[in-house]
């Protein structure tokens, strides 16, 4: 059986070659709408974001009240959800489970964000992104 972690790393790949992403930032909103996505940003409280399917489409809630960088990483995370069939999942699965696909939706985001041909090349080459 494949590494789950190496699962989500071929994943974040094949979605950066099929969008002919070679540079960052990853356009993560225009990926998410790809995929008939509807993006909303809501009031939620308990959690910082959720995809559900309802009546033939899919939704994705984001939280309102967050930064730029922390809405991208959510929905990245969220956008693995609804590839592994996990949307409307929230409450049905034990806390071992829970944590394995959090962790993996964790990876496939960090993947898809922060892509391994941007680790893979020398300072100079990133060195007109700004910092954090």
């Known amino acids: 059986m494949q590494n789950p972690s190496l699962a989500e790393v071929i994943r974040a790949n094949n979605i ?5 992403i070679y540079s960052v930032p990853v356009p ?10 509807k993006v909303f940003y809501v009031k939620l409280w308990s959690m910082k974001g959720c995809m ?13 009240k967050m930064d730029i ?41 960090a993947c898809l964000l922060v892509p391994g041909f941007l680790l893979n090349t020398t300072p100079t080459s990133y060195s007109h992104l700004t910092t954090v």
């Open 52 to 64: 559900m399917l309802y009546r033939n489409g899919a939704y994705m809630l984001i939280r309102r």
């Open 16 to 20: 950066l070659k099929k969008f002919q």
């Open 69 to 109: 960088k922390e809405r991208r990483e959510i929905m990245a995370h969220e956008l693995k959800h609804y590839f592994a069939d996990e949307a409307n999942d929230l409450f049905r699965f034990v806390r071992k489970e829970y944590n394995k696909r959090e962790t993996t939706a964790k990876v496939f985001a």
């Open 28 to 37: 993560i909103n225009k990926i998410v709408r790809s995929y008939g996505i």
